[in-house]
């Protein structure tokens, strides 16, 4: 008696098996969209075209303009005028203190100005910053420097950067 309910229960979970092979294999045919039947031929895309069919050749639209509208070049970004003028002496009586000179610039094609010692770029070294595109600046100069390079750099309303510099001795 024992081995015949061991039979059942073989038997009974190889139908529950069987059963649970062809669920999964139907499932899995549902959501297997691009699997294909033997005899079935595959399409060149799934889309679908909305236009009719005809044998007359499609036509070309006409070219259009694609020239841009021409602007103004815009103005060059310099200093064209600063002083003192290179070399020159900052005016120390001796080499304690500091000795103040006035730094004037004129700019072309700028917004703002910065004023840096001994530095080639002044925005990102600035002694003085939002200075007017052009005017001018009393700086102290170190007296103790032997020289130093004062850098004016101006910055067009775009970003871009012009810089000036000129060395001051003692």
């Given at each position: ?12 979970g ?8 062809i ?132 910055e ?10 000129i060395?001051?001795?003692?």
């Open positions: 008696m024992a081995e015949k309910s061991g039979q059942k229960i073989v038997t009974i190889l139908v529950l098996g069987l059963i649970f092979i669920v999964f294999l139907a499932i899995g045919s549902i959501f297997a969209k691009d699997t294909l039947l033997p005899g079935e031929e595959t399409s060149p895309s799934n889309s679908q075209s909305t236009a009719p069919a005809t044998d007359e050749p499609s036509q070309t639209p006409e070219p259009t303009n694609t020239e841009s509208p021409t602007t103004e070049p815009s103005e060059k970004l310099e200093i064209v005028k600063m002083t003192p003028a290179d070399g020159s002496f900052a005016g120390c009586s001796g080499t304690f203190g500091t000795q103040e000179v006035t730094i004037t610039w004129e700019s072309k094609g700028a917004k703002t100005a910065f004023i840096g010692l001994d530095t080639d770029n002044a925005k990102a070294q600035p002694l003085f910053s939002n200075l007017p595109a052009s005017g001018s600046q009393v700086i102290d100069f170190p007296c103790s420097f032997g020289s130093s390079v004062v850098t004016v750099t101006v067009s309303s775009s970003g871009d950067l012009a810089h000036k510099s060395t001051l001795t003692n």
